[in-house]
Nanobody, 127 residues
Framework: QVQLVESGGGLVQAGGSLRLSCAASGRTFAWYAMGWFRQAPGKEREFVAG????????SYDDSVKGRFTISRDNAKNTVYLQMNSLKPEDTAAYYC????????????????????WGQGTQVTVSS
């Protein structure tokens, strides 16, 4: 079992920045590929960014490329999502997720493949 706890959400003006953190406990964090997803009211949960267990591979949804950066610190059992140039359409609950990958460089894009989820943190971007 892996327990995930997100933090860092809040209210920010358009153009601002936030840094989300996801702290993991339980099994060895470094074994897991990690991802960030978001869900706005009335919408499906969508992939935002993912990172391989080796940290060498990352993937982003087109809507956040160039603005968001995913990273991880295996020594601190934490994955981060740095969000810059925020837009009102980024408003959503943000969730981190973990799964055992098939390789060191695999980035998991599909939410249904993730095994563990955090409780979410709300990000609200005002115009």
């Amino acid at each position: 079992q892996v327990q995930l706890v997100e933090s860092g959400g809040g209210l920010v003006q358009a153009g601002g920045s936030l840094r989300l953190s996801c702290a993991a406990s339980g099994r060895t964090f470094a074994w897991y590929a990690m991802g960030w997803f978001r869900q706005a009211p009335g919408k499906e949960r969508e992939f935002v960014a993912g990172i391989s267990r080796s940290t060498t591979a990352t993937s982003y949804d087109d809507s956040v490329k160039g603005r968001f950066t995913i990273s991880r610190d295996n020594a601190k059992n934490t994955v981060y999502l740095q969000m810059n140039s925020l837009k009102p359409e980024d408003t959503a609950a943000y969730y981190c997720a973990a799964r055992l990958p098939r390789s060191l460089v695999e980035v998991v894009l599909n939410f249904s493949e993730y095994e563990y989820w955090g409780q979410g943190t709300q990000v609200t971007v005002s115009s």
